[in-house]
């Protein structure tokens, strides 16, 4: 079935040749339409990564929206 | 230096960096098995003070603080006391974890030995070697001075003895470890921070403390 689909298409593309250039255009815009995609999530997830390393602006940050965190510490600590 | 004031050198150190990334932390102060426990057990977002030898699972710091652990006696017993191996036959307390902590060459010394005990509260350790009943202290300096000098002993112990200091352990690297690596990344940013501001060694000196150079191998 999936051979006969593929003569019948290759017949048909020899029958009209013009659809061969067009077929291929079709394939490079795929292509490039993918490589553009992947591009652009690369930068987006770079600029999330590099604002996680940068952190906070010092400005933004007030007594008010402190974010609590949880840690463990030993009774000596405070001596220390 | 503040006991019981929810203070001290390394937390002040530790509260810093995590405010200026955006956090307060909020201490659960527990003993230092109890802290291990409570960590792996999810109980809290983290763990500070934590040695590389304790092994606990998450994302570790770039280390913050440096202890130096020592051996103290009573002067008067006259103890040759100059590396680890000279441990073997006294009767030793030190701190909880202390046979991890202090690596490999410690662990060996005290293994088996019924004469060696880790203690959770380290004003017991003091008591214990003004009354006689141990020879040899092991813990941080700083913290063990704190101790013999603030403490309110019992009217019967000698507080007045000379105690002779052993420098035989090397100094102690500390980390904090999170689960959350985002948590460490902002630590460290903000340790960072502190060090090259200068505060850091503020903090350290204004609690009385030397601050130690951070390539000091260990």
Redesign the interface.
């Known amino acids: 079935m999936i051979r006969k689909q593929f003569v019948e298409r290759q017949l048909y593309l020899k029958t009209n040749p013009l659809l061969i250039p067009l077929a291929f255009r079709l394939a490079v815009e795929r292509f490039c339409l993918a490589l553009l995609t992947f591009s652009a999530l690369s930068i987006l997830f770079d600029v999330q990564e590099t604002s996680?390393?940068s952190?906070?602006k010092?400005s933004?940050?007030t007594e008010e929206?402190?974010?609590?965190?949880?840690?463990?510490?030993?009774?000596?600590?405070?001596?220390? | 230096m503040i006991a019981g004031q929810n203070r001290g050198a390394e937390l002040d150190i530790v509260r810093e960096a995590m405010a200026l990334e955006g956090y307060r932390v909020v201490p659960f102060y527990v003993s230092n098995k109890r802290r291990n426990a409570e960590y792996t057990d999810g109980v809290t977002d983290g763990a500070m003070t934590v040695s590389p030898h304790e092994e606990l699972e998450g994302h570790y710091s770039k280390t913050y603080i440096t202890y130096q652990n020592v051996a103290i006696s009573l002067a008067a017993r006259k103890f040759d006391i100059k590396k680890i191996a000279d441990l073997t036959d006294k009767r030793i307390v030190a701190f909880q974890t202390a046979s991890k902590v202090l690596g490999p060459e410690f662990s060996r010394a005290i293994s088996g030995r019924d004469t060696y005990r880790e203690v959770a509260k380290q004003y017991e350790q003091i008591i214990r070697l003004y009354a006689g009943d141990v020879d040899v202290v092991v813990g941080d300096k700083n913290i063990l001075r704190w101790f013999v000098k603030n403490s309110e002993y019992p009217e019967e112990l000698d507080t007045a003895q000379s105690i002779a200091i052993h420098q035989i352990f090397l100094p102690g690297h500390k980390y904090v470890v999170f689960r959350n690596r985002s948590l460490t990344i902002a630590f460290d940013r903000g340790i960072d921070v502190l060090r090259e501001n200068g505060r850091y060694d503020e903090i350290l000196t204004n609690y009385g403390f030397n601050v130690i150079p951070q390539n000091d191998p260990s």
């Open positions: 996680a390393q952190g906070p010092s933004q940050i929206n402190l974010k609590d965190i949880h840690v463990s510490v030993g009774f000596s600590v405070p001596l220390m």
